[in-house]
């Protein structure tokens, strides 16, 4: 085996699109039907919201074939690289799929020109991604990223959402998406303050949560049995921290005394 | 009389071979030293933007001697390769000894086949979790592929500074050790002071978790070398 010596670009996605097409996924040519193949793996919520010096990203962890759970313990926040995630809701499979394609190419542009993309250009480059997705998405097989980054330049945590022909939106406090994703901003929308520190911003991320996974059958809440949580990552200028599952149990014990004590 | 068309096969890869070595004397060497953290590669370079040492994959990095646009290029196709190889596979299958031979098929080819051959040198090193599980390859001009133990030097000087290291080194070697003795090596082979802003120094971290390369910036450099000089 030779290498390639004639290539000269730095985007791993447009390496992949001009010489290796066959390890992307192309079923453009296909026409599904909803009543014709079996349900894929889909349903979710995932969300971001800014608090003082960061911003967390949170997803649930399961997965729906139709009317039944096909995975309990799924992930849908990814580290795109030291200072950059992803949450994806949307059909599993595309899901993971662009995960794993976007960390490659944060990652190949970085050791390739020696300098990390800027957050806004890594959001314009999901962006991209997401529109490539475009004719899948028409026959249902839907792929929507919320991409949180922290911003070393201006000193701040970004949001930004993805529509599926790939338009690309700044939020500018907290934004949630998938199945649930509308009862989760609702609950957002009445709990939310800009000064907020990153326990309030964890507490409310999973109040917001809870409310999805009550209304959404999509949607799962923490499984006390099972201790399964939701993934939680704060972005803020230390990088990537994964919230340990002990805080996130603690957390969600609190709050279901706490509604219990209410209702 | 009609000139001879004729040259024979052996003079003429001995030409081509005068012609790179002649190329890759010209510029400065690159020492890789393995040790308790890791492999340390040390360079003599003035420039802090046109680097000789780079990131390849999470265990593994390259260095090249010779002509910069030549092994840049080959750099590149590098990071392509291995980066094309974890994911289509996955991250752990991607190791420096399918790159290293991949490099030798690649520079040998242009060797035996273009009119000029690559004026260049490289050495593509993986970092393990001992030093015995270290592995450092060191490919020529022609495509000629050696493996290294412990240490390893590429590009003019390198015989010298081979010949420097034999003696000193030693594989429970720490940190600012490995550092100072790349850098005895490569005052002693130029016969003169080297100077902390024209250093490149990087790292594979064994015991840093997920990507294990890691550059040193000039502020860095300064100190370690204060730090080693007093």
């Known amino acids: 085996m030779f290498l390639d010596l004639s290539y000269t670009g730095s985007s791993f996605c447009d390496l992949l699109t001009e010489r290796f097409p066959f390890l992307l996924t192309k079923w453009e040519g296909l026409q599904f039907s909803p009543n014709e193949i079996t349900p894929l793996p889909t349903g979710t919520t995932v969300l971001a919201l800014k608090y003082q010096g960061g911003v967390i990203v949170v997803g649930d962890r399961q997965a729906t074939e139709g009317?039944?759970?096909?995975?309990?313990?799924?992930?849908?926040?990814?580290?795109?690289?030291?200072?950059?995630?992803?949450?994806?809701?949307?059909?599993?499979?595309?899901?993971?799929?662009?995960?794993?394609?976007?960390?490659?190419?944060?990652?190949?542009?970085?050791?390739?020109?020696?300098?990390?993309?800027?957050?806004?250009?890594?959001?314009?480059?999901?962006?991209?991604?997401?529109?490539?997705?475009?004719?899948?998405?028409?026959?249902?097989?839907?792929?929507?990223?919320?991409?949180?980054?922290?911003?070393?330049?201006?000193?701040?945590?970004?949001?930004?959402?993805?529509?599926?022909?790939?338009?690309?939106?700044?939020?500018?406090?907290?934004?949630?998406?998938?199945?649930?994703?509308?009862?989760?901003?609702?609950?957002?929308?009445?709990?939310?303050?800009?000064?907020?520190?990153?326990?309030?911003?964890?507490?409310?991320?999973?109040?917001?949560?809870?409310?999805?996974?009550?209304?959404?059958?999509?949607?799962?809440?923490?499984?006390?049995?099972?201790?399964?949580?939701?993934?939680?990552?704060?972005?803020?200028?230390?990088?990537?921290?994964?919230?340990?599952?002990?805080?996130?149990?603690?957390?969600?014990?609190?709050?279901?005394?706490?509604?219990?004590?209410?209702? | 009389m009609a000139l001879p068309f004729y040259v024979s096969p052996e003079q003429m890869m001995q030409d081509k071979a005068e012609y790179a070595r002649k190329g890759i004397t010209k510029g400065k060497s690159i020492i890789a030293v393995a040790g308790k953290q890791g492999i340390l590669l040390v360079a003599e370079n003035p420039s802090s933007s046109l680097n000789k040492i780079s990131e390849i994959y999470d265990r593994i990095a390259f260095a090249g001697a010779g002509k910069y646009s030549e092994f840049e290029n080959l750099r590149k196709a590098g990071i392509r390769y291995a980066d094309l190889k974890g994911y289509a596979y996955g991250r752990e299958d991607v190791t420096a000894k399918s790159l290293a031979n991949?490099?030798?098929?690649?520079?040998?080819?242009?060797?035996?086949?273009?009119?000029?051959?690559?004026?260049?040198?490289?050495?593509?090193?993986?970092?393990?979790?001992?030093?015995?599980?270290?592995?450092?390859?060191?490919?020529?001009?022609?495509?000629?592929?050696?493996?290294?133990?412990?240490?390893?030097?590429i590009g003019g000087q390198a015989d010298e500074l081979k010949e420097y290291l034999k003696d000193k080194y030693d594989e429970e070697v720490t940190l600012e050790a490995s550092l100072t003795l790349a850098v005895g090596a490569l005052e002693a082979s130029a016969n003169q002071k080297v100077r902390a802003q024209n250093l490149e120094v990087a790292i594979l971290d064994r015991h840093h978790p997920g990507r294990k390369f890691r550059r040193f910036t000039a502020a860095e450099l300064v100190d370690l070398a204060e730090g080693l000089e007093s």
């Open chain 1, 67 to 263: 009317t039944m759970i096909s995975a309990r313990r799924i992930e849908k926040v990814f580290k795109a690289d030291e200072r950059s995630a992803i949450a994806i809701a949307g059909v599993a499979g595309p899901c993971l799929e662009l995960a794993r394609l976007f960390q490659t190419e944060l990652q190949h542009y970085e050791k390739l020109e020696g300098v990390e993309l800027s957050t806004e250009g890594k959001a314009n480059k999901l962006g991209q991604m997401v529109k490539m997705n475009f004719p899948m998405a028409l026959q249902g097989l839907v792929v929507i990223p919320i991409f949180v980054g922290y911003d070393f330049k201006r000193a701040e945590g970004k949001i930004y959402k993805y529509d599926v022909t790939g338009g690309r939106y700044e939020e500018a406090e907290y934004y949630a998406t998938g199945s649930g994703g509308g009862h989760a901003r609702a609950t957002m929308k009445k709990r939310y303050r800009p000064e907020i520190d990153e326990e309030a911003a964890i507490h409310t991320a999973l109040e917001a949560l809870y409310d999805a996974a009550e209304e959404d059958i999509g949607t799962a809440g923490p499984d006390f049995v099972r201790g399964i949580f939701p993934t939680i990552k704060t972005v803020t200028v230390r990088g990537i921290v994964d919230v340990e599952e002990t805080q996130v149990r603690a957390v969600s014990e609190n709050m279901v005394e706490n509604r219990r004590r209410n209702h």
């Open chain 2, 102 to 153: 991949v490099y030798s098929q690649t520079i040998g080819n242009i060797f035996s086949q273009e009119m000029k051959p690559l004026e260049v040198e490289i050495l593509v090193v993986e970092v393990g979790e001992s030093t015995t599980q270290d592995e450092l390859y060191r490919i020529s001009f022609d495509g000629a592929i050696g493996d290294e133990r412990g240490h390893a030097a």
